[in-house]
Every structure is written in structure tokens, then in C-alpha cells.
């Protein structure tokens, strides 16, 4: 903080934040490696230091100390100042002025990888963190955050939404338990459902002809083929999620016995390869509307939701309607 004693190290004035402000890089360097050594830190751990340096009704010290740990790649935490070696004592400062200052005047922090100022407004930006509000939102530190969410939006083109934290944990909540989570679910199950319904199909007794598959499956349940009876479990299963997924409220019993019957086992193979094609391009295509539904909300990695399979039918059906 600025006072006497920062004068005497060289301090030329104070931020609004009331550090103190130095007139060049070397001289406010000095200044802080003599505070780091000195009474006030000299027995705390690099941990400890950072905790005493922010206290929690202006920063966060746990996320503080993480950013710092981070930037100092393999430093002992646990070490006071005094341990560390003449160069870890340098990047200790450097990571520490970073986060703790970012662009303060006086202040360089050009060998940080990315400034934790900027760091910390991009997850704000991008609804990953919540906007500091009330006090802590006026001290030094978050007033420079703000200004650079404005710098962020510019580059972007994109103006910050202040919202966008609560849309998006209103979104991951509608997708993880609401209706859209289990639209996804029951869409994501259907589509790896057909897929196995498909390599029955190969194993199937039937052939061409409706009438005589009348005839073998008659036949074939009757001796318990179990070649039919997986099939038939599987195609049953199959109508009614593929009712559930496409028809509003869940479908009637009609609906689902409209879409048995165009997968019973009495049609030849090709015919039913083409119904769940058909079904899967379809989902596909509800799928990818849910995707954007959710990346409008700010949601991310839609892909964790579902299956590969399932990736693979967006993309298919995304790349039908783009050639329509």
C-alpha cells in the first residue's frame, strides 16, 4: 500500500485501489522484492504470502493462488520467499503482480503467458464465472477486468451479455434435467438402438417377399428363432422411442403401432435398412436444433451429451439440408 514507507523504496503516487505506484518497472521491482523479504512476509509461505496480499473482500486467494501456482510452473508453494532461488523470486513477482494488478501503471506484466486480468474477463465473457457485484466489484482490480470485457467485446464484435453467466447455468439445467436433457437422452439412445437393430436385420431368416416372410416368421417364432425374437424386442423398443422423440407429449398407442408395423420383421431387409435411415436423418436433424437451442444459451461441448454415433447423425443430417 502507498505510505512512507513506499516513498522511501521510490513510490511516486497511489492507484485508486491505494497501491503504490512507481515510476518505472526496475525501480517498483526493488520495491517489492524488499517487501517480500521483509518483517511483514519473510516467515509465510509463497501460500500464506498470497493470502495476506489478497485478502478475500477484494479477490478470491484460492483462485489467486492458482493462477499464480500455475503461471510458475513447478515452483514449491510451499517455500517462503526467501527459499526460492534469485529467478523464482522473479517469475513469483511477476505472477503475483499479474494477477494481482494486471494492467495497473507501473506495472509490466508482458511476461505473463496471459494476463490473469484478461484471463479472468474472458471466462466472464464467455459465462464461465459470475461478474463481481457489490463492493468487490469497485475496487481496482474488477473496474480493470470490466474494461477489458469491453475490450473483448470490440475484438469480437460480440457485446457482452451481463446475463450470460445465469442464461447459461439456466441452459446446462434445462439440458442436464428439464425436457431438453431427456429429449437428447431419448434421441442419443434411439439412434445407438438402430444401429444394433441394423446388424440384426443381416441375421434375420427372411427375404424379399412380405408374404413368404409371413410364412418363416410364423414359423420361426414358433420353434423360438431367436434371430426373430431379438429383432422383435428391439424393433418394439425402437417405435417407441423414435414415437417419443418426434411426436408431442409422447405419442399415442396408435403412433407407436404405426411405426411397428413399418418395422415388422415380415418386410425385406432393404425396406427396413431404409426406415431407420430415415429415422436416424430425422433425429439427426432434431438433434441439431436442440445443439443450437443450447449454444444460443451459452451452453458448451453439446458433443459430451451424446454418443459418437449420434455426432456422426448430426453431422449427416446437417449435411443433407445444406444440399437441399
Known amino acids: ?13 497511489r492507484a485508486p485501489n491505494g497501491t503504490a505506484i512507481f515510476p518505472d518497472k526496475t525501480t517498483g521491482d526493488t520495491a517489492h522484492d524488499t517487501l517480500l523479504n521483509g518483517p511483514a512476509y519473510k516467515n509465510m509461505n509463497l501460500h500464506q504470502i498470497i493470502s495476506k496480499w489478497a485478502p478475500n473482500n477484494e479477490n478470491n486467494p484460492a483462485q489467486y493462488a492458482k493462477t499464480v501456482e500455475g503461471q510458475l510452473k513447478g515452483i514449491d508453494m510451499t517455500k517462503t520467499y526467501a527459499e526460492l532461488t534469485p529467478e523464482e523470486r ?8 499479474g494477477v494481482e494488478h494486471g494492467g495497473e501503471p507501473g506495472v509490466d506484466v508482458t511476461t505473463a503467458p496471459k494476463s490473469a486480468i484478461r484471463q479472468q474477463a474472458e471466462a466472464i465473457y464467455n459465462g464461465d464465472i459470475k461478474m463481481p457485484t457489490g463492493t468487490g466489484a469497485n475496487n481496482y482490480r474488477n473496474r480493470a477486468v470490466q474494461d477489458e470485457i469491453q475490450k473483448i467485446a470490440q475484438e469480437t464484435g460480440r457485446p457482452f451479455e451481463p446475463n450470460v453467466y445465469d442464461l447459461r447455468l439456466d441452459t446446462e439445467k434445462k439440458f442436464n434435467t428439464g425436457q431438453q436433457g431427456n429429449a437428447v437422452r431419448t434421441m442419443n439412445t434411439a439412434i445407438d438402438h438402430m444401429d444394433t437393430l441394423r446388424q440384426d436385420i443381416k441375421k434375420l431368416p427372411t427375404g424379399q417377399y412380405p408374404l413368404m416372410n409371413d410364412i418363416i416368421t410364423k414359423y420361426s417364432r414358433n420353434v423360438g428363432d431367436p434371430r426373430i425374437n431379438s429383432y422383435d424386442a428391439m424393433a418394439g423398443i425402437i417405435a417407441a422411442e423414435v414415437t417419443k422423440a418426434i411426436v408431442a407429449n409422447g405419442g399415442t398407442g396408435d403412433e407407436r403401432a404405426e411405426k411397428e408395423k413399418l418395422l415388422a420383421v415380415r418386410n425385406n431387409p432393404e425396406a427396413l435398412r431404409g426406415v431407420l435411415n430415415g429415422y436416424t436423418k430425422l433425429l439427426g436433424g432434431q438433434l441439431h436444433e436442440l445443439q443450437t437451442q443450447y449454444e444460443a444459451g451459452h451452453g458448451k461441448h453439446f458433443e459430451s451429451k451424446v454418443s459418437p454415433r449420434t455426432r456422426e447423425a448430426i453431422k449427416e443430417a446437417t449435411q443433407t439440408r445444406s444440399n437441399w
Do not use: I
Open 90 to 97: 522473479v517469475r513469483f513477482r511477476q505472477a503475483q503482480r
Open 1 to 13: 500500500m502507498y505510505g512512507p514507507e513506499a516513498v522511501k523504496m521510490g513510490a511516486t503516487g
